[in-house]
């Protein structure tokens, strides 16, 4: 399937820092690449997405920006807060599946204060 | 409902035993899918629901899993001879139809094999 890598694994900042997640992937054919924000205990929840077309989307603190001919995407949040604190996960579609994602391996974002 | 829902949160089988996991996708979504999440690892795909059809499942490990979805609406994932390794957190999801709908998730169902 899809091979996404997704670094790094584990990531500090101090509050009010930016955090920069970056992620790979293979498939040339994928098209749509969203993040995940997980929470301990809960289920991954959608925070961007970005689709081929588009090559940087922003709302309010969090930007994705896409590279296709590179084959990588990225997260940025800005002005980070403690509540930013959790596990991210980088997705893309998979080209042979309609609409199913495959998932990077997560990054653990710790904002200390 | 709001969400998507999936029971149980939690389940503890002896292993060998069969398990059978629900989820209820939101109201209206056509598209729904299967996710299993081991411990500090991403989400990985089993099997894919468009309608009442497996459209793709592929990431169905071997033939113990198995999922229906009879009525294109509630999906069952079952679990056949139980093993330690399928331990894991169960997540589902849903969309709507066509490319690059969001896809919601569950909190997931937490099974342990012991």
């Known amino acids: 399937g899809e091979n996404v890598e997704q670094h790094p694994s584990t990531l500090s900042v101090q509050e009010g820092d930016s955090a920069v997640i970056k992620c790979t992937y293979s498939d040339s054919a994928s098209n749509y690449f969203p993040w995940y924000k997980q929470e301990l205990g809960k289920g991954p929840q959608l925070i961007i997405d970005?689709?081929?077309?588009?090559g940087e989307k922003k709302d309010q603190r969090i930007a994705v920006t896409l590279n296709k001919t590179a084959k990588h995407f990225s997260l940025h949040i800005t002005e980070t807060q403690p509540e930013d604190s959790a596990v991210y996960f980088c997705?893309?579609?998979?080209?042979?599946?309609?609409?199913?994602?495959?998932f990077g391996k997560g990054t653990s974002l710790l904002v200390t204060p | 409902g709001a969400g998507v829902s999936q029971t149980p949160s939690n389940k503890v089988t002896e292993k060998g035993k069969y398990v059978e996991l629900r989820c209820d996708p939101i109201s209206g979504h056509t598209a729904l899918y299967w996710y299993r999440q081991s411990l500090g690892q991403g989400p990985e795909f089993l099997i894919y629901f468009q309608g009442t059809g497996a459209a793709d499942d592929s990431g169905l490990p071997n033939d113990r899993f198995f999922a229906v979805r009879p009525e294109g609406s509630v999906s069952t994932l079952k679990i056949q001879r139980t093993e330690r390794g399928d331990s894991a957190v169960y997540l589902c999801?849903?969309?709507?139809?066509?490319?690059?709908?969001?896809?919601?998730f569950g909190e997931g169902s937490w099974l342990t094999v012991v």
């Open positions: 999801a849903s969309s709507l139809a066509g490319p690059g709908n969001t896809i919601y």
């Open positions: 997705a893309v579609s998979r080209s042979n599946s309609g609409y199913a994602l495959n």
């Open positions: 970005i689709r081929s077309n588009v």
